[in-house]
């Protein structure tokens, strides 16, 4: 099974409604500045791209888009650290404005609040992305770094070129998940009726809620195991596929 290549998602931010040059933050020894911001109004769909930084989202009981940001470090020889973020249409991008050729140390970090009905998608280049308590639907596409979600019960979609993806407390009908090189662990709060799974690289393992499932797995290389009850006619529907790694579907503790 050999995935198609994905185009990088993540472009620069430009033409910001906020840019912050960061010169105290950015000193020798200097703790992170922590800024605030809000955007919108926003629809009922929104993207969230960010260029690097961990990244943190939940659905909360607010009118318009939070952000909340934390930036430090120091750039290379004395240049300033130019941060923007910017809100057009649904798209809500933030950049450091630091290249990966940068020879100077920059940190970031972000948490968002966007309104609970808003379907999110969120385009990561690096680091790590975690998302909790979502209804509505949710996608995370991660260039390289880990992707962690919680207690969600939309659609839910995770893909990463290079990173873990895990997901607890899932009460999704359909999830979706693909791995370039990473582990893939999924626990269910609630029987899914789809799940579909693929990991070129990593071990995938599916915690599931006690009833049948119809399970289709394969692996080129990989042990396969499946403990959880099985009827090709069941309404919930498991896939798990891989290249190299070795697969587990079974009854979630305490199930």
Same mark, same amino acid.
């Given at each position: 099974? *050999?995935?198609? +290549?994905?185009? $990088?998602? %993540? /472009?620069? @931010? ?6 912050? @040059? ?5 000193? $020798? ?18 993207t969230i791209a960010v260029d690097r930084g961990d990244l943190d989202v939940r659905p909360s009981d607010v +009118? ?8 430090g470090g120091w750039p290379s020889f004395g240049a300033e650290t130019e941060a923007a ?19 100077? /140390? ?14 999110? *998608? ?7 992305? *975690? ?8 996608? &995370? ?5 880990? %992707? ?21 407390? %899932?009460?999704?009908? /359909? ?30 393992? &599916?915690?599931? $809620? ?41 009854? +979630?503790?305490?199930?």
């Amino acid at each position: 099974m *050999t995935m198609p +290549a994905r185009a $990088p998602r %993540v /472009r620069p @931010a430009a033409g910001a409604l906020l840019t912050v @040059a960061v010169l105290a933050s950015c000193a $020798p020894g200097g703790g992170s500045e922590r800024e605030e911001r809000g955007f919108g109004p926003v629809g009922d769909r929104l993207t969230i791209a960010v260029d690097r930084g961990d990244l943190d989202v939940r659905p909360s009981d607010v +009118a318009e888009v939070e952000v909340t940001r934390w930036l430090g470090g120091w750039p290379s020889f004395g240049a300033e650290t130019e941060a923007a973020w910017e809100l057009v249409g649904d798209r809500l991008e933030m950049g450091t404005g630091c290249g990966p050729l940068s020879l100077g /140390r920059c940190d970031v970090r972000y948490e968002v609040l966007v309104p609970r009905d808003v379907a999110l *998608t969120v385009e990561g280049g690096g680091a790590q992305v *975690t998302a909790a308590g979502f209804d509505a639907a949710l996608e &995370i596409d991660s260039e390289n770094g880990a %992707v962690r979600v919680e207690d969600v019960s939309g659609p839910l979609t995770l893909r990463s070129d290079n990173g873990e993806l895990r997901g607890s407390g %899932v009460r999704s009908a /359909r999830v979706a998940v693909e791995s370039r090189s990473g582990e893939i662990h999924l626990s269910f709060a609630a029987a899914p009726a789809r799940v579909v799974a693929a990991a070129e690289n990593g071990a995938v393992t &599916i915690e599931l $809620p006690d009833t049948a499932y119809d399970v289709t797995t394969a692996t080129d290389n990989g042990a396969v195991r499946s403990d959880v009850a099985q009827d090709p006619g069941s309404p919930h529907a498991v896939t798990v596929r891989t290249d190299n790694g070795a697969i587990d579907v079974r009854t +979630a503790a305490g199930a």
